[in-house]
């Protein structure tokens, strides 16, 4: 049947060695990920670089014949408080190697804003891997928080966790 022959997760600015852990179900049919340190900050008192992080895992995919998978939404588990004029934006992609498209999904909201719990955002369009075939897919996150239209302010977005994302498999 289906399996993940390896997983990677990239060192990405948002990715702190040793922060990530990511798992797989054995029916190949769930991923979770975990961030110990998943944050992005605007304000005064911080620097450019630490508005925008970002994050990705690469998953080898042993897909069997007749068969196709492809992601519909992903589920996070995070927080943000933000000023008045600063935004919060997440964001997450995928994509199939060697493939020009990718499926993206996520929000964006404009404070005065404070939220801590479910942020999920459906992918569109929704990208198929090729039928039967063996392959790589790249899941990219990102976070960001700007304050360009206020810059006496402050914002903050946590990412804590990814608890569930689902393969969705079909006959091709």
Known sequence: MT??????????????PGSV??????DAKNISVKYGSFVANAGPSFG????RKNCQLTLSVKVPAGYQF?????????????AAGVKATYNTSYYFQAAIEEAQ??????????????????????????CGQNVLVGINTA???????????????????TPSTNFVWRTC
């Not at 960001?144 to 966790?161: F, I, K, P, W, Y």
Request: overall charge negative.
């Open 3 to 16: 399996s993940i022959t390896s997983l990677w997760i990239s060192l990405f600015a948002g990715c702190v």
């Open 21 to 26: 852990t990511a798992n797989v179900t054995a």
């Open 48 to 51: 450019y670089d630490d508005n």
């Open 70 to 82: 492809a992601f519909d939404r992903f589920s996070h588990n995070g927080a943000y408080s933000i």
């Open 105 to 130: 999904g996520g929000t964006t909201s404009l404070g005065p804003a404070k939220e801590d719990g479910a942020l999920t955002g459906l992918l569109t369009p929704i990208l198929w891997s090729p």
């Open 143 to 161: 976070v960001r928080v700007d304050n360009s239209a206020n810059t006496g302010a402050s914002g903050t977005l946590t990412m804590r966790n």
